[in-house]
């Protein structure tokens, strides 16, 4: 009931040692769906390394690592319709792999080409968001483009609880409340924005608890569990598409990582709180379960990882074969129509690059 | 054919496009019931209906940002915000997704829409009701910032800009919205954005200005006229990008250029058109280029806004100076 929940339990599926608390949901329940998941994680933990040592080898740019997130990408991402729209932030790598989003065009934005941002396979889904927060806006706009069209869709997007702070957020789950619009927030609560642990970003119980004053329904999820991510989510798509009824989902997570590679957490992060946290992690987790429950062998885990290397080093070589943008695209792509200012400025760089090299 | 004033222009443009495509929408504060604290968005609701016509929270970033949303799903959101001097907490928006979204996505996804704020002084408003910023968004790679200054162009350039691919700042400016009426045709065509606007045929000095000092530009032309100076008036319409080609053309035959703008002296578009003479026409001066502004100061309460108006005595004192450079 939204408005009148004050208490917001957190679900959670796995506990942290991979046992199972509540029976699957149905749409998991084979072995071959949860293997997914775990794939899934996996593929995205892989990536992240590679990507972090690209950054360290100067092979690409500034990159926000999602290590410790990986659950609630992957949850969110396997809940999603295709024809539903993700309006990420920065670390929905495991959710963006699943709505067709490649990993080379990953790494080709943070290795600075816009071309990143373009998605050969994927046409509604916006880009990653870099001014927090102001990604929310866009998801009620795009949730209320859906309902004008009295299509059964939704909007999820996500943002980091440093960004529940911010007036956009505040404004954009207060619109889509007021508007009845199908859209789910996801906050992914890894704690830390950038140096900031969330004891000094917000006074309120829980994040959830934001979603009273909207008038919308609130969910806390375990943010290390994909399996309670993805059941969640599925509830609150299913709303959101059907009856209109917005929700923001809290997933509680760590952020095990540096905020980007430009970032140095040891300066302000308690290290004990980052070991305690690395015992709850989604992949540990996960694996026990598996191991427990679906008969997972050492052998196929060390399968699941060597594919995913592999995937992952197609990706870093499909990276790096890309082509250079053609001298001053860069002029290209302001309006529809390149304007007669951009024409002679572009004319001008031309000649300055003819000239000098 | 019906006599407008601009705020009624601005109406039918609204009426007349949204009965022609359905994926125009309007949204903002007070733009249902109230048909907008100014009335441009009058009858609307009754017209096309509460879904097309979104009376919004108030919350200025969510309805920029919100407008960017729908444009990227093929709508034509049509924004009001309620005054330019409550346009800043959207800023964020304008500047860093709607201007941006086509270039950073390569094409994949566009911001086809309109932000449309009332502007400027005189018309005796609360703080923060009367400034005239528009260089902000002039100044912004992306953007089209158009300011219609009549009837006729206010219709036929709303039409222009919600038709247009990409984000246009609409600014109407206040102080002539009811001031006048114009004999407009109501046959849905558009003006070209992108465009100088001739008003008045010269061949001493050109004056060039947009929006409300349209108006005491107009006025001056025609108190020089009577004393054997002929003036050119130029409206500029569309502030960004500059139509430099029409304005380098008048200065070719005139030799002179006086530049008019109710916004701010330093690193106003005044500035860019002065500079872009000099670059592109020094050779056709006779005269410095003289510009008739705004002060570098904050807009004085409605009591003393007249004492930093650019009224018609300034424009003809800086002609004069204009005209006697030797």
Same mark, same amino acid.
């Given at each position: 009931?939204?408005?009148?929940?004050?208490?917001?339990?957190?679900?959670?599926?796995?506990?942290?040692?991979?046992?199972?608390?509540?029976?699957?949901?149905?749409?998991?329940?084979?072995?071959?769906?949860?293997?997914?998941?775990?794939?899934? !994680?996996?593929?995205?933990?892989?990536?992240?390394?590679?990507?972090?040592?690209?950054?360290?080898?100067?092979? !690409?740019?500034?990159?926000?690592?999602?290590?410790?997130?990986?659950?609630?990408?992957?949850?969110?991402?396997?809940?999603?319709?295709?024809?539903?729209?993700?309006?990420?932030?920065?670390?929905?790598?495991?959710?963006?792999?699943?709505?067709?989003?490649?990993?080379?065009?990953?790494?080709?934005?943070?290795?600075?080409?816009?071309?990143? !941002?373009?998605?050969?396979?994927?046409?509604?889904?916006?880009?990653?968001?870099?001014?927090?927060?102001?990604?929310?806006?866009?998801? =009620?706009?795009?949730?209320?483009?859906?309902?004008?069209?009295?299509?059964?869709?939704? =909007?999820?997007?996500?943002?980091?609880?440093?960004?529940?702070?911010?007036?956009?957020?505040?404004?954009?789950?207060?619109?889509?409340?007021?508007?009845?619009?199908?859209?789910?927030?996801?906050?992914?609560?890894?704690?830390?924005?950038?140096?900031?642990?969330?004891?000094?970003?917000?006074?309120?119980?829980?994040?959830?608890?934001?979603?009273?004053?909207?008038?919308?329904?609130?969910?806390?999820?375990?943010?290390?569990?994909?399996?309670?991510?993805?059941?969640?989510?599925?509830?609150?798509?299913?709303?959101?598409?059907?009856?209109?009824?917005?929700?923001?989902?809290?997933?509680?997570?760590?952020?095990?990582?540096?905020?980007?590679?430009?970032?140095?957490?040891?300066?302000?992060?308690?290290?004990?709180?980052?070991?305690?946290?690395?015992?709850?992690?989604?992949?540990?987790?996960?694996?026990?379960?598996?191991?427990?429950?679906?008969?997972?062998?050492?052998?196929?885990?060390?399968?699941?990882?060597?594919?995913?290397?592999?995937?992952?080093?197609?990706?870093?070589?499909?990276?790096?074969?890309?082509?250079?943008?053609?001298?001053?695209?860069?002029?290209?792509? !302001?309006?529809?129509?390149?304007?007669?200012?951009?024409?002679?400025?572009?004319?001008?760089?031309?000649?300055?690059?003819?000239?000098?090299? | 054919?019906?006599?407008w004033t601009q705020l009624e222009a601005v109406n039918q443009a609204f009426a007349s496009e949204m009965?022609?495509?359905?994926?125009v929408?309007v949204l903002g504060e007070d733009v249902?019931?109230n048909g907008g604290v100014f009335r441009a968005t009058e009858g609307l609701?009754?017209?096309?209906?509460?879904?097309?016509v979104?009376?919004?929270?108030?919350?200025e970033?969510?309805i920029v940002?919100?407008a960017?949303?729908?444009?990227?799903?093929?709508?034509?959101p049509i924004v009001e915000l309620q005054f330019m001097g409550f346009i800043y907490?959207a800023?964020?928006?304008i500047?860093?997704?709607?201007?941006?979204?086509?270039?950073?996505?390569?094409?994949?996804?566009?911001?086809?829409m309109v932000i449309r704020a009332p502007f400027g002084g005189g018309i005796h408003a609360?703080?923060h009701h009367s400034e005239s910023t528009e260089a902000l968004f002039a100044?912004?790679?992306?953007l089209r910032v158009v300011i219609p200054s009549s009837p006729a162009r206010a219709y036929g350039l709303l039409l222009a800009a919600i038709r247009d691919?990409?984000p246009v700042v609409f600014l109407e400016p206040k102080r002539v919205y009811r001031l006048g009426k114009q004999?407009v045709?109501?046959?849905?065509?558009a003006l070209?954005l992108?465009?100088?606007f001739?008003l008045?045929?010269?061949?001493?000095?050109?004056?060039?200005s947009w929006g409300a000092s349209i108006k005491e530009t107009?006025?001056?032309?025609?108190?020089?006229?009577?004393?054997?100076?002929?003036?050119?008036?130029?409206d500029v319409a569309t502030i960004s990008?500059?139509?430099?080609?029409?304005?380098?053309?008048?200065?070719?035959?005139?030799?002179?250029?006086?530049?008019?703008h109710e916004a701010?002296?330093?690193?106003?578009v005044?500035?860019?058109?002065?500079?872009?003479?000099?670059?592109?026409?020094?050779?056709?001066?006779?005269?410095?280029?003289?510009?008739?502004?705004g002060?570098?100061?904050?807009m004085?309460?409605?009591?003393?806004?007249?004492?930093?108006m650019?009224?018609?005595?300034?424009?003809?004192?800086?002609?004069?100076?204009?005209?006697?450079?030797?």
């Amino acid at each position: 009931m939204p408005g009148s929940n004050f208490n917001f339990e957190t679900i959670e599926f796995l506990d942290p040692n991979g046992q199972l608390k509540r029976p699957l949901p149905e749409a998991l329940a084979t072995r071959d769906k949860l293997v997914e998941l775990y794939q899934l !994680m996996v593929q995205t933990r892989v990536f992240d390394r590679a990507a972090i040592n690209l950054q360290r080898t100067g092979a !690409m740019g500034t990159y926000p690592s999602c290590e410790g997130q990986e659950a609630i990408g992957t949850g969110v991402g396997y809940a999603m319709n295709e024809n539903d729209v993700l309006v990420p932030y920065y670390r929905d790598i495991a959710t963006q792999i699943q709505r067709g989003v490649l990993l080379e065009e990953i790494l080709r934005y943070w290795g600075g080409d816009e071309w990143g !941002m373009h998605f050969q396979h994927q046409a509604q889904d916006f880009p990653i968001s870099v001014p927090i927060a102001t990604q929310s806006c866009h998801a =009620v706009g795009v949730a209320y483009a859906m309902k004008y069209r009295q299509q059964p869709r939704a =909007v999820v997007t996500t943002c980091g609880d440093g960004a529940t702070s911010k007036g956009d957020f505040y404004e954009s789950i207060n619109i889509a409340g007021a508007l009845a619009l199908p859209v789910v927030f996801v906050v992914n609560n890894n704690r830390w924005a950038i140096s900031v642990p969330l004891e000094k970003q917000t006074a309120a119980q829980t994040i959830a608890h934001k979603s009273l004053a909207a008038g919308i329904d609130g969910y806390r999820v375990d943010g290390n569990d994909p399996i309670a991510v993805f059941q969640v989510l599925s509830e609150a798509l299913e709303l959101a598409r059907n009856e209109q009824r917005p929700s923001l989902v809290e997933a509680l997570t760590y952020r095990l990582c540096d905020h980007t590679t430009a970032d140095d957490a040891s300066r302000y992060r308690p290290q004990q709180e980052f070991d305690a946290a690395r015992e709850l992690e989604p992949l540990i987790r996960f694996k026990a379960y598996l191991q427990k429950e679906q008969q997972w062998s050492d052998a196929d885990d060390e399968s699941i990882y060597a594919d995913c290397k592999k995937q992952v080093k197609k990706a870093i070589e499909a990276y790096q074969a890309f082509p250079e943008q053609p001298p001053g695209q860069f002029f290209d792509y !302001m309006f529809a129509k390149r304007t007669a200012d951009l024409e002679q400025q572009k004319q001008e760089w031309l000649a300055g690059v003819k000239r000098h090299g | 054919m019906a006599e407008w004033t601009q705020l009624e222009a601005v109406n039918q443009a609204f009426a007349s496009e949204m009965g022609r495509d359905e994926n125009v929408v309007v949204l903002g504060e007070d733009v249902g019931i109230n048909g907008g604290v100014f009335r441009a968005t009058e009858g609307l609701l009754e017209a096309f209906g509460a879904e097309r016509v979104i009376d919004t929270p108030l919350a200025e970033s969510v309805i920029v940002g919100m407008a960017i949303g729908m444009a990227a799903q093929g709508l034509k959101p049509i924004v009001e915000l309620q005054f330019m001097g409550f346009i800043y907490p959207a800023v964020d928006q304008i500047i860093n997704h709607a201007s941006r979204l086509r270039n950073r996505t390569r094409g994949r996804i566009t911001c086809p829409m309109v932000i449309r704020a009332p502007f400027g002084g005189g018309i005796h408003a609360p703080e923060h009701h009367s400034e005239s910023t528009e260089a902000l968004f002039a100044h912004m790679p992306g953007l089209r910032v158009v300011i219609p200054s009549s009837p006729a162009r206010a219709y036929g350039l709303l039409l222009a800009a919600i038709r247009d691919p990409d984000p246009v700042v609409f600014l109407e400016p206040k102080r002539v919205y009811r001031l006048g009426k114009q004999v407009v045709e109501d046959n849905g065509e558009a003006l070209p954005l992108d465009t100088c606007f001739v008003l008045r045929d010269g061949i001493d000095i050109t004056l060039v200005s947009w929006g409300a000092s349209i108006k005491e530009t107009l006025e001056a032309a025609q108190q020089l006229a009577q004393i054997g100076v002929d003036a050119e008036v130029v409206d500029v319409a569309t502030i960004s990008p500059l139509d430099m080609g029409t304005i380098l053309d008048s200065v070719a035959r005139t030799g002179r250029c006086v530049i008019v703008h109710e916004a701010a002296r330093s690193g106003g578009v005044g500035a860019e058109i002065a500079a872009r003479l000099a670059g592109e026409g020094i050779a056709s001066l006779l005269a410095p280029v003289k510009r008739v502004t705004g002060y570098d100061t904050v807009m004085p309460l409605y009591r003393y806004e007249d004492q930093y108006m650019p009224g018609v005595n300034r424009i003809i004192d800086a002609v004069q100076e204009a005209m006697e450079y030797r």
